[in-house]
């Protein structure tokens, strides 16, 4: 099959995959939602957690796709000031970006269930503080798995050249 090909039959392939996903994960809140109890979803739910391990058990089969896309950039200058300086604020804007879903989905299901917090603290410092420890922890996270698929995607075309 030649690459273009592959491209399509990839591409047709991660839109099945996520027309199911979507289509589980509304079937699971449906169910909750209906009866308010969890468990009547755990099939869902089981199926919605495995499917992205097996989609990713085989793209790691192509080493080429697990590669971190960095650009035009020859892989030497990856390591330069500014090359760094683009890749922090790329991480810094996805873990923001990331925080802040992740804050207004929280609100959204506390106003939902109405949960309130255990801590007697104002809850816009509660949102404040979660979004501030969720940025950290994905900023952390997001910059040690980018800096080391930078040098492994260095270390590779480094074999590949020579």
Known sequence: MDERRQLIGGRA???TLAIAYIYVLVVAFAKFIATKDIENSAFEIIFLVVMPWVFLY???SDESAMLPRIGDRDYEDLFTREARRERLI???KESAGFAVVLTV??????WWTGYREPIDLPEPLIWALVAAITFVIFLGLGYLWGEYQTRRYAATMKELES
């Open 105 to 110: 989905l929280d609100i959204l299901a506390n």
């Open 58 to 60: 085989f793209v790691r």
């Open 90 to 92: 790329g991480y810094v």
């Open 13 to 15: 392939a991660a839109a």
